[in-house]
């Protein structure tokens, strides 16, 4: 089963790509990861989608489309895959279309985890970072002070600069206005599947599975 989720920043498209990879036992692609991976790094490619991610921006198509060029041609991905973070334009839905054309997918499922703005920021803004762990928590789970719930570390939880509610508030409109319309464009092609995204996690997997004829 071949499978591309959307979503807006923050509606647990990540999670959801990850529980099904388990389920289905098949690869979650994930371009941001990778992209983030290089950024913590350092490298040339980090270096040059740092200042854009940071400010809300996106990763220009000729880097993301080569990375997902490559991994799909994997050998890991013949027995399906899920894609999370590309496309995310109608540019890089065409770019996309050559590229599923040449290992000859055709029947692939448009998953869209639709939320509303507002709920989309509030979950954003309250994450924060552990400099230990590296674990992501919600403020809802910081019970201490700045006590890391995940690792026990003091005064290690910081605010990223992508989880200010300007730089959030930027990326959510950007959403509106590049990658939403993909789903359009995705409409006359295949089948594209949309599900709710404000409830809990396993709520949000059981109508996934459901959807899919996943038992």
């Known amino acids: 089963m071949e499978i591309i989720i959307f979503g807006a920043p923050g509606v647990g498209k990540g999670t959801q790509a990850k529980i099904l990879s388990t389920q289905l036992n098949i690869p979650n692609?994930?371009?941001?990861?990778?992209?983030?991976?290089?950024?913590?790094?350092?490298?040339?490619?980090?270096?040059?989608?740092?200042?854009?991610?940071?400010?809300?921006?996106?990763?220009?198509?000729?880097?993301?489309?080569?990375?997902?060029d490559e991994v799909l041609s994997d050998s890991k991905a013949r027995k399906g895959f899920i894609l999370d973070g590309f496309p995310r334009t109608l540019e890089q839905a065409k770019l996309l279309q050559p590229i599923l054309e040449k290992i000859n997918i055709k029947n692939y499922v448009i998953l869209f985890l639709d939320a509303e703005d507002e709920i989309i920021i509030n979950r954003l803004s309250q994450r924060r970072l552990c400099t230990?762990?590296?674990?992501?928590?919600?403020?809802?789970?910081?019970?201490?002070?700045?006590?890391?719930?995940?690792?026990?570390?003091?005064?290690?939880?910081?605010?990223?600069?992508?989880?200010?509610?300007?730089?959030?508030?930027?990326?959510?409109?950007?959403?509106?206005?590049?990658?939403?319309?993909?789903i359009?464009?995705?409409?006359?092609?295949?089948?594209?599947?949309?599900?709710?995204?404000?409830?809990?996690?396993?709520?949000?997997?059981?109508?996934?599975?459901?959807?899919?004829?996943?038992?």
């Not at 200042?51 to 996106?58: C, I, P, S, T």
């Not at 762990?133 to 003091?154: A, M, Q, W």
């Not at 600069?161 to 509106?176: N, P, S, Y």
């Not at 359009?184 to 809990?200: L, P, Q, R």
């Open 184 to 215: 359009d464009y995705y409409k006359e092609k295949v089948k594209v599947i949309i599900i709710d995204g404000t409830k809990s996690i396993k709520e949000v997997s059981s109508r996934i599975f459901e959807e899919l004829g996943i038992n």
């Open 132 to 182: 230990n762990c590296k674990s992501i928590v919600s403020l809802k789970e910081i019970v201490n002070g700045n006590i890391c719930p995940k690792c026990g570390s003091v005064d290690t939880l910081i605010q990223r600069k992508d989880d200010d509610v300007e730089v959030i508030t930027r990326r959510v409109e950007l959403f509106h206005n590049t990658t939403a319309p993909v």
């Open 29 to 68: 692609i994930s371009p941001g990861d990778i992209l983030r991976d290089a950024i913590s790094k350092g490298t040339n490619m980090g270096l040059k989608a740092k200042e854009l991610v940071e400010n809300g921006e996106l990763v220009p198509d000729d880097i993301v489309a080569g990375i997902v």
